[in-house]
Structures are given as C-alpha cells and as structure tokens.
C-alpha cells in the first residue's frame, strides 16, 4: 500500500493516519499494546488475581486472638471459658508451621459432705506447635486442619474449711489435632473457627480433652498474586 496522497489526506483526523501508517508497516496499531488489547478496548492495568488473593505465600505471617470454651466431659463438664492466641509461619500457600497458646479458667466446684466443706478451682495452659495444612478454595472461605505437639499444664487449688488450703499442679505432653475454617473479611482480616482435640500422655492416652474458639486473625507481609 502506498502513502494516502495529501489531496486525501485532507480532514482526516491523525491518529487514523497514525494508524493506516501502522498497519502498513505490520506494527501494532498506536494506542494498543496487543491485538488482544486493540479488541478488549485497550491493555488493563496490573492487579490483584481476586481468585488467590487469600492465599498465603513462603514467608506470610498469621497472627490470631479469640475466646473459646473448653471441653471435658469426665471432670467438670460445664464449658469453660478459653483464652487462645496463635501466630503461623507459611512455606507456601498449603503448609505453614503454627505456634499456639491458650488459658482456661476451670471454674470452681464447691460441695459439702460428712460435715466438711470444699471449695476448689484451677486453670489450663496449652502450649506448643506443629503443621497447619490449608485447602486454598480460591474464595474467602478457607478450610485447613492442624496436627500438634504440646504441652498440658493443670494447676488447681483447694480450701477445706478447718484444714486449710492446698494446692498441686499436673503437667503432661499431649499430642493433639483439629481443623477450622477462615472466612476473610479483607485480604490481611479473617474470622477463624476452630476446634482442636488433645490426648495427654495421662494413662495411655485414654484422656482428651477439647476446645471450641472463634477469634480474628491477621494477615502480614502477603506479597499480591
């Protein structure tokens, strides 16, 4: 194709010239990058992927607080409150390694009998850590399962009118596991709910005990997708 003669090049806009010109020089026509851009109406500006944006990366950091209740069917069955905060270290967006501690307040029990009475009460720390497996979904709800090694630290103490006040601690390894889902409100801000099951090393393993928690969680040095 020869150069348009100026005759017809009379009243044509430029940028159509501009891009006559182009065209017949097999370059991309001005104003887009890509045939594909020239046909979705011009290139699109880098963003966020919305399907893995929940994901986590080699080397993001999850910190989460909450309150929960705990379980124990054999010995003072009512729910007890629960304090957990846990941190996490990501090496990809499926395994991250966990690090948890929690308090519980064992309420107190009181009772008579034979003339005596007694009142006693105790707490709960669990401590320790293990691998936190996510299900990436590719949506703000996030399933994962944990698997854990740790401690059991029960300290209680007890008054018996007219002989006074007592107190002792029991402290055991545990093994424990238990799951969860993340709901993120924000990239970096989820609700999580979790429930975690624990065997101490109490004859044989035939212990365990519970713990039910909802918490907020937060999210940093997330790179994009």
């Known amino acids: 194709m020869t150069d348009a003669s100026p005759q017809l090049q009379q009243g044509v806009p430029e940028d159509i010239l501009e891009a006559m010109a182009a065209r017949q020089a097999a370059q991309p026509m001005p104003f887009f990058a890509t045939p594909s851009d020239a046909l979705s109406g011009g290139p699109k500006a880098p963003g966020l992927n919305p399907k893995s944006q929940y994901n986590a990366h080699f080397g993001t950091v999850d910190f989460g607080a909450g309150g929960g209740v705990f379980i124990y069917t054999n010995v003072a069955p009512a729910g007890h409150p629960s304090v957990v905060t846990s941190a996490s270290v990501a090496f990809d967006k499926y395994i991250a390694a966990y690090g948890e501690f929690a308090y519980t307040h064992i309420a107190g029990e009181a009772g008579s009998g034979l003339g005596i009475n007694l009142f ?16 990436p979904t590719r949506s703000r709800i996030v399933p994962y399962g944990t698997l854990g090694f740790g401690r059991s630290d029960l300290r209680g103490s007890a008054s018996v009118a007219g002989l006074g006040s007592f107190s002792g601690r029991l402290v055991a390894w545990n093994f424990n596991l238990g799951g969860g889902v993340k709901f993120f409100i924000t990239p970096k801000v989820a609700l999580d709910f979790d429930f975690r099951a624990y065997r101490p090393t109490l004859d044989g393993y ?19 997708s």
Do not use: E, P, Q
């Open 206 to 224: 035939s212990l365990w005990y519970g713990r039910a928690s909802l918490g907020v969680l937060f999210r940093f040095n997330n790179k994009k």
């Open 120 to 135: 006693g009460t105790g707490y709960l720390l669990d401590y320790g850590g293990g691998a936190h497996v996510t299900i």
